[in-house]
C-alpha cells in the first residue's frame, strides 16, 4: 500500500501515516472551519511529485488562485476546475488521471441523470457513489469535503460514510484559533485519531507538542480541575476536566457537559454516591474538556469524578498530579489501553503523581513517576488528597 505525504505531519497522522494511493476520503465540518484551506495545502505540497486536480463548485478559480497566493503556494502550477456537474468532472479525471482529485464540495455538485436539486440527499449520493467507483476502477485518490449542515444533517456527510474509505471531521472550538481533525473511520488507520492545528493568516499549520492546548495555565491550583491522561488514536494526550458542582435553585438538578458523554456523568455520579457514599443530588454539576476536545474513552471517568469531589469540596488536587481509568457500576476501577504510553506522556510534562488503575500499574517502578495504582473508587478519593 503506497502513501502520499501530504507536507503535513498532523494531517498525515490522521489519515494513518499519509493519504493511501486510490482511497477516498471524506472530510467533513462546520462551514469556515478550514477544510478548503487544509486541502488547497496538502493539494499544492501533492502536486511537486503527483499530478493533482481541485474541483471547486463553491468559489471560481480565480477566487482560489488568491487564497492559493494567501497560502504561499504556487497556485498557477495548481490545476484548478470550478464545475458542479458531475459528469464533466468524471470526464476531467479519466482524461488527466490525477493521482489525487480534490472535491470541494460534494454538496454542490450534480448530476444531469437526476431530476433533484443539487445538494438533495439524492443527488450527494449518486455523486460521491459515482466519484468512488471511478477511484476504484482507475486507482487514483478522491478527497471530498463535506459541509455539516446544521439542523438537515440528511444531505450532510453523515450519509456518505458508508461509502468511503476514511471519515475525518473537524472538530474544537471555533472561536479559538485551534483545528482538530479527528478519524472517525479509517480503513487504513487507527480511529480516533487527531490532528492538531492552528489556523494562522497563512493557512493551518501542525502544533507539534497539542498537550498544552488542553491544559489551563493556573498560578496555583484551583478546585475543580484534574488533568487526564487520555489517548487519542495513537498519540496520548493530557486534557483538563473542569467541574463545577453548585447548590441547585429549585427542584431538578442540573446536568451538563460540554466535550465529554453527558450520559456517562450521570452513571458516574450514581457510583460516586453509591460506592463512595458523596451526594449530589441537591447539586447542579457541569463538566467541561478544556480547549474544545472532545473524549469519547471511558477512561476519563476518574478525571471526572475527581474534579466533581474536587469542586464539591472546594479543595485543589495536588500539582503535578495527572490521572486515567474507567469506573464500573461495581466501584471498580477497569484499567485502559496503553497504559505505559500514557505515563510517559506525563512524564514529559511535567505530571510525576499518577493516579491509575491498578491493572496498569508497571512493572517495574517508572523514574521520576509516583504511581498510585488502585482498583476501587473510594481508595482512590482517599489516596488523591492524601
Ligand atoms: P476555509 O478553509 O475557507 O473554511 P471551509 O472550507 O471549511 O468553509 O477557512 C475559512 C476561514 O479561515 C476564514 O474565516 C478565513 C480563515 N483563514 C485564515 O485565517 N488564514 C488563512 O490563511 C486562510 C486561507 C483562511
Ligand atoms: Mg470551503
Redesign the pocket.
Known sequence: MQRLATGSEEFDRVLGGGLVEGSVVLIG?D???????LLLQALAHLSTGHDVLYVSGEESAAQIAL?AR??GVDGARLPLMAEIELERIVAAIEERRPAVTVIDSIQTLYSSQLQSAPGSVGQVRECAAQLTRLSKQLGLAVVMIGHVTKEGTLAGPRVLEHIVDTVLYFEGDTHSSFRLVRAFKNRFGAVNELGVFA?????LRGVSNPSALFLSQHDRQVAGSCVLVTQEGTRPLLVEVQALVDNAQGGHPRRLSVGLEQNRLAMLLAVLHRHAGVACFDQDVFINAVGGVRINEPAADLAVILAIVSSLRNRPLPRGFAVFGEVGLAGEIRPAPRGQERLRESLKLGFSRLLIPKANAPKRPLEGIEAIALDRLDEALDAAWG
Open positions: 465540518g462551514p469556515g472551519i478550514g477544510k478548503s484551506t487564497r494567501r497560502l489556523m494562522t493568516d497563512r493557512g
